[in-house]
Nanobody, 124 residues
Framework: QVQLVESGGGLVQAGGSLRLSCAASGRTFNRNTMGWFRQAPGKEREFVAAIKWSGDSTYYADSVKGRFTISRDNANTMYLQMNSLKPEDTAVYYC??????????????????WGQGTQVTVSS
């Protein structure tokens, strides 16, 4: 059974930093895109960042570009370094993985595996 587990969320003041981690188990994602998404209260879940299986290609939502950095140090562990946090970054953050290999830049609905989410709260 495939599982994705996020950790690292919490409460931080505006301007602060947090590092989220995502640990996958149950299969290997060494040929698969992984990504981060978030959902704020009363809003739809939105894309944050994605990273290729090789780790050498990434892309970001405009709202986080220059502040967040996505990385992975092996096939099944992914991170999201979040700097200069703003109150509008408050959301539940989810990691996700695409089950199909060699595919990058797919929309949210094409991700197959999802974590349970971790809460990030940024106070002003």
């Amino acid at each position: 059974q495939v599982q994705l587990v996020e950790s690292g969320g919490g409460l931080v003041q505006a301007g602060g930093s947090l590092r989220l981690s995502c640990a996958a188990s149950g299969r290997t994602f060494n040929r698969n895109t992984m990504g981060w998404f978030r959902q704020a209260p009363g809003k739809e879940r939105e894309f944050v960042a994605a990273i290729k299986w090789s780790g050498d290609s990434t892309y970001y939502a405009d709202s986080v570009k220059g502040r967040f950095t996505i990385s992975r140090d092996n096939a099944n562990t992914m991170y999201l370094q979040m700097n200069s946090l703003k109150p509008e970054d408050t959301a539940v953050y989810y990691c996700a993985a695409d089950a199909r290999a060699w595919r990058f830049g797919v929309p949210q609905f094409m991700y197959d595996y999802w974590g349970q989410g971790t809460q990030v709260t940024v106070s002003s």
